[in-house]
Each structure stands twice: as structure tokens, then as C-alpha cells.
């Protein structure tokens, strides 16, 4: 997959569900984890990941688990063409027979963590993009970590907080970007969100927040935006 400092909250819901669509085809086809990761040829852990929408896992990795599940040619379709729009100087463009549209709306099931588990992957890749570009953000970080310490050194996160200062040091911010209950530990204990600036994190919640009602993508959303 894209690095998931690239993707936007949308992105990040729709490799979750793509995840859980993955392992409930995986359970009605009867199918163990060992023994579905023994044929794609990965291991556990990696299937879990593509399981859980993890989106450091490779787009290779997810397309072998959907072939092995049976559920290979719909990507196919996309890749030949066969669902794209057509382009404006085609013959189908100029045809005045309207096209069938096509219209998904993606949404987050409120009653679960799965909102704010995207919110907080969210808001941990966009922190991620700025301070990799900019050293002062992750001085603030470091600099917030040590007076988390210093108040609170017999905190039941502290051990989280030491962990993080080891990934701010080495700059190894794969970790805590997946989905993996390991890194939603250390997301909950994360000095990174206040590093963004008001407006994005703003910009990122208020995202989240159209996932509860659902999000509209394709040819008719296009055409109802301004």
C-alpha cells in the first residue's frame, strides 16, 4: 500500500473495511488463519494486518489474500478498465445513452472503536508527515514525553512513554502506524497529536465526524459536489 502518511481518513476506513470484508470471506470459506496464511504464503502476523486494513502492509500482500479468497477479479475489473469512467472524447462520452452511476457511501460503525481507531491513525500519519519534515516538531514531542515523566514516572503508561522515546530518537515511526493492538497502545499514549496545528487537527476531526453518517463516493457524489 501508499505510505499511510499519505491517506486520508476515507482512505484509512476503507482499508478497514476491506480488512474485515477479508477475514469474513476467510471465516464463511471455513478457513483457519494458519491455514489461509500457509496458502498465500505469509505469515500469521501479516495476515492479521491485512485483516485489520493495516496500511503499511503492501498492496501485493492484500491482492494475494483476495485471489486466494476468490474475490481477485473484482480488482481486476478496476485494473482492465472495465469500472473506470470513461474519458471525455470517447465514443461512450459523446453518446447521448446515459451511463449507469455508481454510488457508495462508506461509514463508520459508531457503536464500535473502529471510529476511533481511524481517528487516531489519522491524526498519528498526518503528526508523522510533519515532523519528518520539520526537526523542531519532534523536539516538542521529545520535550513533552520527558515532562510526562517527570510529573507522572509511576504512570501506568510510562512504560509506553519510554517506548516512545525510543521511536522519536531512532525516527521509526512504522510501528505505531498499523493496526496491530500493539500500535493502538501506543497511539493511546502519544505525545504526536500535539505537534499538529489547530486547523488541521480540526480538518482531520471533522472528517472523522462524516464518517458517522457516511461519506458518498462516486459518480453521483461527483456530480451533487459544488
Request: overall charge positive; aromatic content about 2%.
Amino acid at each position: 500500500m501508499s505510505s499511510a502518511s499519505t491517506l486520508s481518513v476515507l482512505d484509512l476506513q476503507l482499508l478497514h473495511q476491506l480488512g474485515d470484508r477479508l477475514q469474513r470471506l476467510r471465516k464463511e470459506r471455513g478457513l483457519g488463519t494458519v491455514a489461509l496464511a500457509e496458502q498465500v504464503g505469509i505469515s500469521r502476523p501479516t495476515l492479521r494486518a491485512v485483516e485489520s486494513g493495516d496500511p503499511n502492509t503492501s498492496i501485493g500482500t492484500y491482492l494475494r489474500v483476495m485471489s486466494a479468497l476468490g474475490v481477485g477479479g473484482e480488482l481486476a475489473m478496476l485494473a482492465s478498465g472495465a469500472i473506470s469512467p470513461p474519458a471525455a472524447n470517447t465514443a461512450a462520452a459523446r453518446s447521448r445513452r446515459p451511463r449507469p452511476s455508481v454510488q457508495v457511501t462508506v461509514l463508520a460503525d459508531r457503536s464500535s472503536s473502529e471510529l476511533h481507531d481511524v481517528q487516531s491513525l489519522a491524526l498519528h500519519t498526518a503528526a508523522v508527515k510533519l515532523i519528518k519534515s520539520d526537526e523542531a516538531l519532534r523536539a516538542r514531542a521529545q520535550a513533552t514525553l520527558l515532562n510526562w515523566l517527570e510529573k507522572d514516572p509511576r504512570s501506568r503508561s510510562a512504560p509506553l512513554w519510554m517506548e516512545w522515546k525510543r521511536i522519536l530518537s531512532k525516527g521509526s515511526y512504522r510501528t505505531i502506524l498499523g493496526r496491530s493492538a500493539r500500535a493502538q497502545q501506543l497511539r493511546q499514549a502519544s505525545p504526536l497529536p500535539t505537534v499538529l496545528p489547530m486547523e488541521q487537527r480540526q480538518a482531520l476531526l471533522d472528517e472523522v465526524s462524516r464518517l458517522k453518517h457516511g461519506i458518498a463516493i462516486g459518480d453521483d457524489a461527483k456530480r451533487a459536489s459544488p
